[in-house]
């Protein structure tokens, strides 16, 4: 019998996004620590399942790709 996991992958970095938006009334600029850690998260996790893993906290594979490559570390 396989364990389930209730807690989606990167659940956790998605629910302190969340509540980073949240603090500052929406503005991604603000939390672009927080998205990043989502979205190298979300990539670690598609680069381990070959693309194939799935989460309700990340976006399709092409967007996670696209928003590192468009937001390079400083």
């Known amino acids: 019998m396989m364990p389930t996991n209730n807690n989606p992958p990167c659940q956790s970095e998605a629910c302190t996004l969340q509540a980073c938006l ?10 672009d620590q927080q998205l990043r850690a989502l979205y190298e998260c979300c990539q670690g996790m598609y680069e381990k399942t070959e693309g194939k893993g799935e989460s ?11 928003w590192l490559k468009d937001h390079p570390k400083k």
């Open 22 to 31: 949240s603090k500052n009334s929406y503005s991604p600029d603000k939390c």
């Open 56 to 66: 309700t906290a990340c976006p399709i594979p092409s967007v996670v790709v696209r």
